[in-house]
């Protein structure tokens, strides 16, 4: 991005805010340039926040944001910078910010704490938030946020992801949009709403799932079944005749063999029809970071 685009995109970003928008914007300074600061009066010594330090917590008490103005600028600026007929990827989950020790604050609830050491308790107090990002062409560690919402302690992830990504729909207009998500958001509901809005869909599928293939009548007396055979990815006796195979070699010799099954529904969702593609990569170590076995569904 250069300069002047950066410029006006800072300008842009200015005309969302509302209510005190020198002091917001002064404060997003302050948050990006401050890494170290633990206090709000920190935030203010940084030298891009010009304003006197009680202008932080005004605001933050009395300060207004233009949500869908913001949210529709975050994709715009995305979007430009893709060819107009490329697919859009986007990726759906939720992170987690501990507050253990603030009592005051409204609404915390039990929040799981990732990558600590095994003698301690994974387990917190805190906030969670919903992030939506849409993936960028080449492997990098920055993915550019869309929309950010937090999930209050009545709620579930998957619930407010379904609303944002509802929210988002027009923004993408005719693009073809891909959701990428986690296994935590493959239960039905999740799945049947990202078909009701036209996306396309690939996520990860827990390994213990059940599916069921298109029930095969085998008596001839009695109702119709409602289930076919059973498609679990902990039971290798039930990973049999899929509807397609692909393997191949690289050049260090690693063996990759991809497998589909079309057609297999959900027991609590027989109406939608799903296909599961199972990944194995034989070189892979079978740890948690590094699995041999990957699976995915996709909302047929």
Request: glycine share 4%; with cysteine; charged share 25%.
């Amino acid at each position: 991005m250069n300069l002047n685009t950066w410029k006006e995109f800072r300008q842009q970003i200015y005309d969302c805010m509302e209510r005190r928008a020198d002091a917001l914007f002064g404060l997003c300074d302050g948050l990006l340039s401050e890494p170290q600061a633990r206090t709000l009066p920190e935030l203010s010594h940084s030298p891009f926040f010009d304003h006197h330090w009680p202008s932080v917590y005004a605001a933050l008490a009395d300060g207004k944001i233009k949500r869908e103005a913001l949210r529709a600028l975050c994709v715009r600026s995305v979007l430009d910078e893709l060819p107009a007929d490329a697919p859009v990827w986007i990726a759906v989950d939720a992170t987690s910010v501990a507050r253990p020790e603030a009592h005051t604050s409204e609404d915390r609830g039990a929040i799981h704490l990732s990558n600590l050491p095994l003698c301690d308790k994974p387990i917190s107090l805190g906030w969670s938030f919903s992030v939506v990002g849409i993936l960028p062409d080449k492997p990098s560690s920055w993915t550019p946020p869309v929309d950010i919402q937090r999930i209050r302690t009545d709620q579930t992830a998957i619930q407010v992801a379904i609303e944002q990504l509802r929210q988002l729909k027009p923004l993408f207009g005719t693009r073809q949009v891909i959701v990428l998500a986690d296994r935590w958001y493959g239960p039905p509901e999740m799945l049947r709403a990202c078909r009701e809005l036209g996306y396309s869909v690939l996520i990860r599928l827990k390994k213990n799932r059940k599916l069921y293939r298109q029930p095969i009548r085998l008596h001839p007396r009695g109702p119709f079944p409602k289930d076919g055979a059973l498609l679990q990815g902990t039971r290798t006796e039930t990973q049999s005749e899929p509807q397609a195979q692909w393997e191949a070699t690289d050049a260090a010799g690693r063996l990759t063999r991809i497998s589909r099954w079309d057609s297999v529904h959900f027991q609590q969702d027989r109406d939608l029809l799903l296909s599961v593609i199972r990944v194995e990569r034989t070189s892979a170590r079978d740890t948690k970071r590094d699995p041999r076995v990957r699976r995915v569904c996709d909302p047929g």
